[in-house]
């Protein structure tokens, strides 16, 4: 009887304490409330409908369980003209009060996901489904988050008072368990590119990252990435990376660990005069391509065997003004693509500026781009 | 069915009465319609709309969202937000705040209940610029950024479309300033930090040879800030701003903290401590890579104000100062105008060893006695 009653007691203890801990309910260590978001710089779907929001003003990325997990294999194409129109007229103001700051889709239920920042300074997440812009809640959800502000593994030497470091984000990613982020200081010239593990734990680990800028090496760039994204080449996974006046080179990732000093391999150089925007990658007949939109080019189409087959690295200058060398590429008949991001395995979901002056949001089958 | 065509009949003759009361009444009772139909303020934002229930006649509280929506005028999509009931009001919060000087449209069940307009805020005072750093008249030929400080939070994205650079009060310079999304601001969103594009400050690189260093050694320029610049209420700057700036020779040297001269204060004072740094630092770094420790390795608590076009810097301390041993410590990202750092160039050759230590921390001792 005796054991009988300890046994009861036991299991109403373990059942109270399960309730009275809301994170055991959620994976990812993620527990009920609201997220202090203060701006959206970069977004990026981790696992599960895990949505990663990197806020510079607040030096933080935020992981948010938008419950949208609801698999579709296969995404109708997304056709939206005027996006910003639209987004606009749903936040009940002008086009000229917003601005775009990433869209993001949900790699489980395809579902579009659009960062905007007012110019009041209010951050907004939203879905838009066909032509309907709806607000993502972010009022007592499952969430997580962890601070960029310091230089990982430097907090025990910073004394008090320290000023936090604001931290500019420009891309972030997720791959293999971990959130990948670059990004910039506001004070001294210097990029930082993170690789935080994923449930979040104090665990962050920095290397500085040095490339060949297909100058003659002499000199040293320092330069922020811009934007990146992982693959696996020649069965190794590489941190692929594009900079200002678009170099593109390889990192391989196991040696981005904690206090290295990480040289890259520049296996491109895309032209001078040019910022790289987004990446993308797609698969058809067995080979992958990257994507990669840009601020004064059209998107590049580059076939990945040609970066594996590609062993050297640039480190002559190019002499010819705004030049390319190194893999082959092809431009595609697509200009002023502001943002990319992959809506399935043979859809690229794109918003480009036209001509006209219109911003749309539009699909790119993978059947016309490759 | 029935019920639900009832219900609208219901609720369309209810309606009829409130557009009756809400366009009739005004005449005779403008004060009392005033208090009736409100807005809800927070600071100078507009962050809700208050429609007392009574305006709503056989309005089901359970689902508000589906019979009252607020749009923008000449617009037909609804505005996000959330409807909250309260005892006698139902009060509609969009999910940004309403924008001041727009129109919007009041719908109760596809009928138009009110037109309202949300004032302009005539009391705002217009954003300026306080500073533009450096301040010096001298620059390097390879000046690697300039901050400019705002007395307002100000608009993000918008810096290259207000920032010209003009060339001896003749050719305005194109691309010489790093175009960088997003723009690279404290959290106050009061000061802007601007590259100039670092590719083509360092030498021999594909766009320095392409475009050539962004200043000309011996050349004059002017840095123009548009008037057109909004602060985040959307008020343009109050006037439109100049500075004049001659390009002086490349700057090849990192700051060596060693050589700084302090001028301590006596004990019992609380006057400023001097530290004379020989060049101009970088204004926003010298104010975050400076500390003064004491001699228990505590941080001594006070105001670091850079001075004299940032070739001094002042420390206030908040209690007077006691006798005894102090140092000042500098974080090795502390820079000059160039990019050097206390530890390395911003351009230098990687083919060399680095023979110079590399520190974190780079201390200057001194005595208050």
Redesign the interface.
């Known amino acids: 009887m005796k054991k009988l009653y300890f046994f009861v007691v036991a299991c109403a203890a373990f059942i109270l304490l399960i309730a009275a801990n809301p994170s055991a309910n959620h994976p990812y260590g993620l527990k009920n409330g609201t997220p202090a978001v203060q701006?959206i710089?970069a977004l990026a779907f981790g696992p599960d409908g895990i949505l990663f929001i990197g806020d510079?003003?607040?030096a933080t990325v935020f992981a948010i369980d938008t419950k949208d997990k609801t698999v579709v294999e296969k995404a109708a194409a997304v056709e939206v003209k005027n996006v910003d129109q639209?987004i606009a007229?749903?936040?009940?103001?002008?086009v000229k009060?917003i601005?775009i700051?990433d869209i993001a889709v949900n790699p489980v239920s395809k579902k579009v996901y659009c960062a905007v920042?007012?110019?009041?300074?209010?951050p907004?997440l939203l879905t838009i489904d066909g032509t309907k812009?709806?607000?993502v809640s972010l009022k007592d959800i499952p969430f997580s988050n962890i601070s960029i502000a310091n230089v990982p593994g430097n907090d025990a030497?910073d004394?008090?008072?320290?000023?936090l470091r604001?931290q500019?984000?420009?891309d972030l990613n997720y791959a293999d368990g971990s959130v990948l982020l670059s990004g910039?200081?506001?004070?001294?010239?210097?990029s930082s590119f993170r690789k935080i593990g994923f449930p979040f734990n104090d665990k962050q680990e920095q290397a500085s990252l040095?490339i060949f800028?297909?100058?003659?090496?002499?000199?040293?760039?320092?330069?922020p990435i811009r934007t990146f994204t992982t693959a696996e080449l020649n069965g190794k996974k590489y941190l692929v990376a594009s900079y200002?006046?678009t170099p593109l080179v390889l990192f391989p990732l196991d040696e981005l660990k904690a206090g290295k000093h990480v040289k890259g391999r520049t296996v491109a150089?895309f032209g001078?005069?040019n910022?790289p925007i987004d990446m993308v990658t797609l698969k058809k007949d067995g080979h992958s391509y990257l994507f990669m939109a840009n601020?004064n080019r059209p998107v590049m189409r580059i076939n990945y065997k040609s970066i594996e087959t590609y062993e050297g690295t640039l480190t002559e200058?190019?002499?010819e003004?705004?030049a390319t060398a190194g893999v082959n590429f092809v431009t595609l008949p697509a200009v002023n693509v502001i943002q990319m991001d992959k809506l399935d395995d043979s859809q690229v979901l794109v918003l480009q500026r036209r001509a006209n002056g219109d911003l749309d949001l539009w699909t790119a089958s993978g059947d016309r781009w490759i | 069915m029935l019920t639900d065509s009832l219900d609208h009949r219901k609720i369309r003759s209810r309606i009829i009465w409130g557009l009756v009361y809400c366009f009739l009444m005004p005449g005779c009772f403008e004060k009392k319609e005033d208090k009736t139909f409100s807005i809800e303020w927070e600071g100078r934002?507009a962050k809700g709309l208050i429609i007392p229930l009574k305006l709503l006649p056989g309005i089901s509280y359970d689902s508000v969202e589906k019979q009252v929506h607020?749009?923008?005028k000449n617009?037909t999509?609804?505005?996000?937000?959330e409807y909250l009931v309260s005892e006698n009001d139902l009060i509609f919060r969009?999910?940004?705040?309403?924008?001041r000087g727009?129109k919007?449209e009041v719908w109760v069940a596809n009928s138009l209940l009110r037109e309202m307009e949300i004032p302009l805020d005539e009391t705002v005072t217009a954003p300026e610029v306080i500073a533009i750093y450096p301040t010096n008249d001298t620059v390097p030929l390879n000046l690697?950024?300039i901050y400019i400080a705002f007395s307002k939070?100000m608009?993000?994205?918008q810096s290259l479309n207000n920032i010209l650079l003009i060339k001896n009060r003749q050719d305005t310079i194109p691309?010489v300033f790093?175009?960088?999304?997003?723009?690279?601001?404290?959290?106050e969103?009061t000061?802007l930090?601007l590259?100039l594009?670092?590719?083509r400050i360092?030498?021999?690189?594909?766009?320095n040879?392409?475009?050539g260093s962004p200043l000309e050694e011996g050349a004059n320029y002017q840095i123009l800030i548009r008037k057109d610049w909004?602060d985040?209420?959307?008020v343009s700057l109050a006037k439109e701003l100049r500075k004049d700036f001659r390009v002086g020779a490349r700057d090849v040297l990192s700051p060596v903290v060693e050589n700084w001269i302090i001028q301590v204060p006596k004990p019992g004072s609380s006057e400023a401590l001097t530290i004379y740094l020989h060049e101009p630092l970088?204004y926003?770094?010298l104010k975050?890579?400076v500390?003064i420790?004491d001699s228990n390795g505590?941080?001594v608590?006070g105001i670091i104000e850079p001075g004299a076009e940032q070739t001094i810097l002042h420390f206030k301390p908040s209690v007077a100062w006691s006798t005894g041993y102090y140092t000042a410590e500098v974080e090795s990202?502390?820079?000059d105008l160039a990019?050097n750092?206390l530890n390395r160039l911003?351009?230098?050759?990687?083919?060399q060893l680095e023979k110079k230590e590399q520190k974190?921390i780079y201390k200057k001792a001194f005595q208050v006695r």
């Open positions: 701006s710089s510079s003003k607040s639209k007229a749903a936040l009940g103001t002008e009060n601005r700051t920042q007012t110019n009041d300074g209010t907004v812009v709806e607000a030497k004394r008090n008072g320290r000023p604001d500019s984000i420009s910039l200081s506001n004070q001294e010239f210097g040095e800028h297909a100058a003659h090496g002499k000199y040293e760039t320092n330069s200002t006046c150089e001078a005069g910022s601020s200058p190019i002499k003004s705004y | 934002q607020i749009q923008l617009n999509t609804p505005v996000i937000g969009p999910l940004i705040a309403f924008t727009l919007y690697l950024k939070p608009q993000e994205g691309s790093l175009d960088l999304q997003p723009e690279l601001w404290n959290k969103r000061i930090t590259w594009d670092p590719g360092k030498r021999d690189l594909q766009p040879k392409a475009m909004r985040t209420e959307g970088d926003i770094l975050n890579a500390r420790i505590n941080v608590n990202r502390l820079e990019g750092n911003f351009d230098r050759d990687i083919s974190e």
